[in-house]
Nanobody, 122 residues
């Protein structure tokens, strides 16, 4: 059974930092490309970042977060992280992790987590 679970969301002030975690079960995180996505109320889902499978560990970022967010993986913990720095109010959204990153050209079987809320506000 494939399962993805996000954690690490919360309330943070503008300019602050947060690290999200995506822990997988039923497969190892080096098997699929893993992506982070977000959706704010009234807005379309946005691909935020992606890390390729172990065969190609390239990383990809949406222009809006490039230079501020960093995606990484710890295969020993079966976890993918999203380090978010210099957070802005417009980063407020529910953040999801998923297998495959169609927004970045990796079309794989898709499994999604339940999401974790990130709120950036003073």
């Amino acid at each position: 059974q494939v399962q993805l679970v996000e954690s690490g969301g919360g309330l943070v002030q503008p300019g602050g930092s947060l690290r999200l975690s995506c822990t997988a079960s039923g497969f190892t995180t080096d098997y699929y490309a893993i992506g982070w996505f977000r959706q704010a109320p009234g807005k379309e889902r946005e691909g935020v970042s992606c890390i390729a499978s172990s065969g190609d560990a390239s990383t990809y970022y949406a222009y809006s977060v490039k230079g501020r967010f960093t995606i990484s993986r710890d295969n020993g913990k079966n976890t993918v992280y999203l380090q978010m720095n210099s957070l802005k109010p417009e980063d407020t959204a529910v953040y999801y992790c998923a297998t495959g990153c169609p927004d970045f050209g990796f079309f794989e079987e898709e499994y999604w987590g339940q999401g974790t809320q990130v709120t950036v506000s003073s």
